[in-house]
């Protein structure tokens, strides 16, 4: 079994769904911090005139600073704004119906307040993976009662992960090589790898200009979700060759 762990992302970048294409099951790590102004809670999406905007989802105010704890605020209204947003893309992306109807769905899908931010974002990745025809298969951190007592350093939060979920691979995205160091992967039996960092260009139309790495919900309006696939799967993975964190 081949392991993804990441942080839940609200509609993430293409990437990210690269790495769960290439896995068999999918971890939810949840056990973090929360982090204000990060991919957690917001991405971007094109904009006419100053080239990109953030569509972002607000969270209520919490004592606990922990992902697995932060709540939507209002999410009714959350909807609303981000939908409108998403506007700007009507009459000119050809896919605009299909993914706004992708938008409605994931809010449709975690229901009325309170609604945890991890939650949210998760419907949003089931929700796309569907309509891409990628497999995802998850489990949420925060429920799995794992051990993290042996982690000594940030690479090891995934060994240990896989290491008590009896996984034989993990796959990472290739920003996070330089905090793994391998002899701990093969003392541990586990194959790691990493993606490479997508580089899908396609043709926007109207005012837009394209810009790389916005969240997946701009490359759905524009290109047919069997071409992202096909993209995907002609991306392989990188098993070594570049320095890895030293001991």
Known sequence: MRLG????YFFPYLGYFDVIRKTDRWIVFDVVKYQAKHWMNRNRILEPN??????????DKHSSRMLSDITVKDMPQAREKILRQLAVYRNVAPYFDAVCGIVE???DDVGDDPVRLSDLNVAGLARVCAHLGIAFDYRICSELDLDYAGVQHAGQWALEICRQLGATGYVNPSGGKSIFRREEWQAAGIDIAFTRLPDFRYPVGGKFEFVPHLSIVDCLMWVPGTE????????SLDRGGEPMAAP
């Open 5 to 8: 762990i990441m942080q839940p």
């Open 50 to 59: 100053k080239g990109e905007q953030y569509i972002t989802v607000p969270v």
């Open 105 to 107: 769905e994931t809010f």
């Open 228 to 235: 992202i696939l096909a993209y995907l799967d002609e991306l």
